[in-house]
Structure formats: structure tokens, C-alpha cells
């Protein structure tokens, strides 16, 4: 199981951070991440990190976003800063245990004036 807090609504250029906990044997991943979706379009990759601490990241996104992880926590964050209204999306988070990825029910996040 996948639980993910944090979405909200900011103004342009504020910032958010979005927290992603996994439970039961999601525990195991090797990678987890986020990915976003706004209507009418694909799900678009934001940022991945795996339990070595290897990144990737959106070209989108990058140098305003940060993903971290916290393996005592199995939790990963999403530090969203100078954010803009093309930011605006459904935030899905996502844990890979082996070739199987797992999926949070997605957060909302709004950047508007």
C-alpha cells in the first residue's frame, strides 16, 4: 500500500512537498517516484529514485523539483519549489518491487493566483 499526503493549492512560485509512505511488502521496492497526469493527457514522469540514490528526474522539472527518500521511513518526498500553473496535476506516486510497480491514489496539487 501506497499512502501519499502533502498535494494542495500555492501560488505561482510557492512551494509544496508531497510525502509518499509504502506498507505491507511495497516495502521491498528498489525504486519509488512520482508521476503526474493532468486531463487529456499521459501520465508524465517527475522524478524516480532508487535505494542507491540514483535520481531522475522530468526535463520539465528539473532544478525546481527534488526527490528524497527515507528508507527507515519507507517514505519518499517530492520538495516542489518555484512552482508554476503548468504544475498543476494529479501527483501519482509509484514503487517498483522487482518488475512490478505499485501505485498511490494520487494527490492533487493546484498552482494558481
Known amino acids: 500500500q501506497l499512502q501519499a499526503s502533502g498535494g494542495g493549492l500555492v501560488q505561482p512560485g510557492g512551494s509544496l512537498r508531497l510525502s509518499c509512505t509504502a506498507s505491507g511488502n511495497i516495502f521491498r521496492f528498489n525504486t519509488m517516484g512520482w508521476y503526474r497526469q493532468t486531463p487529456g493527457k499521459q501520465r508524465e514522469l517527475v522524478a524516480t529514485?532508487?535505494?542507491?540514490?540514483?535520481?531522475k528526474y522530468g526535463d520539465s522539472v528539473k532544478g525546481r523539483l527534488t526527490i528524497s527518500l527515507d528508507n527507515a521511513k519507507n517514505t519518499v518526498y517530492l520538495q516542489m519549489n518555484s512552482l508554476k500553473p503548468e504544475d498543476t496535476a494529479v501527483y501519482y506516486c509509484f514503487s517498483a518491487v522487482g518488475p512490478t510497480n505499485y501505485w498511490g491514489q494520487g494527490t492533487l496539487v493546484t498552482v494558481s493566483s
Open positions: 529514485i532508487t535505494t542507491e540514490r540514483s535520481t
